[in-house]
């Protein structure tokens, strides 16, 4: 007879050293891109944000009590928008429970799953949708994608990761690059510490260290940028619990380029890459990026993360790019059904004109 479960909220027991002990076991067996959500740290940071609906619940088998999955959520305000350019038609609001890391750390269980989901949307009777903002779109996630009595909605499409493997080590990822690559990333540094002066690479890892990272960001991004990204405080307590680590270049004292970035220790994600326009032609943004590739690898860092879109150097040699969608498991209603019938068939539109109008544009160059 198969295992039958149960889900309960959990927030009352953060200092219960068995479920810890757990939890950082599920942790280290997980395979989610997006593992560090699910952490003690980052649900610790949550609640002490104020994040709206943070709320933790853990699965046990019914009959021995086992710990089998904990499961950490948050609350959000989607929305279904219609865009055409840069302009937002119209949008249909889409209120989700956020299951952090998307792929939850539970059993492969398509049942236990089903379950989950039922009992999501049963607690926020005021959410629309479950909402899994990076699945994987490999195979072993699929069960996670058929939900009872849902409608299955992918927001934006499935859309390319790129990350970059360094559990091998900064020389070996050196290697792959090819001897050209290699003296033009050396050929860069020098040109661009004759030209502006000596090179300092600071890591922001630690609250007494965010000046540095404060003055950067006021020098290096526009207000609205900044309002866009993270506060200062907020990037402060994501330090105090151990996931922020940062880098910032300066030629001489002034700040040349910095990354925004956060990590759990085994992979580094990275949000934001700014340099100062000024140094565009001195690749300033390349020479962070690849210093904070040798200090994550020093660190024993296993890979960089870039998450949704492609950056701007992207190298086929060393870069491994992973499908992953934003999906939204929609109450099975008349309103939802009609809105992400809707929504697709106007994301499709878009793009195919998109798509008409650049092959029409690259004949005429012909």
Known sequence: ??????????????????????????????????????????????????????????????????????????????????????????????????????????????????????????????????????????????????????????????????????????AAFLAQLGSKRRYNLKRQLRILEEQRGALTLHTITEPRQMPVLSAALAALSTPQQRRQWLSDASLLSLAERGLLLCYVLHCEELPAALILALTDGRVLHVNNILHDSALAQLSAGTAILFMAMEDACQRGLHALDFGYGSPAHSYQSTNVTQRRGHVLLLRANLRNYLGSVAHRLWCAAVEWARTTNARRWRARMR
């Open 1 to 170: 007879m198969p295992p039958t479960y149960l889900i309960a909220a959990a927030r009352h027991r953060l200092q219960d050293p068995l479920l810890l002990e757990r939890w950082q076991a599920l942790l280290a067996a997980s395979s989610s891109p997006e593992r560090i959500y699910q952490t003690p740290a980052y649900f610790a940071y949550a609640l002490a944000n104020g994040m709206a609906g943070a709320e933790l619940f853990t699965v046990s088998e019914s009959g021995s009590g086992r710990l089998v999955g904990v499961v950490p959520v948050l609350e959000r305000a989607h929305s279904l928008d219609f865009h055409a350019g840069a302009r937002r038609l119209a949008a249909l609001s889409m209120p989700s429970v956020v299951v952090l890391g998307s792929a939850p750390l539970l059993p492969p269980n398509a049942a236990l799953w089903r379950q989950l989901c039922r009992f999501l949307l049963a607690r926020y009777p005021h959410c629309q949708a479950v909402s899994l903002t990076a699945l994987p779109a490999d195979a072993a996630w699929r069960p996670l994608l058929r939900a009872p009595a849902t409608l299955r909605h992918v927001l934006h499409g499935w859309r390319d990761c790129h990350t970059v493997p360094l559990a091998a080590g900064y």
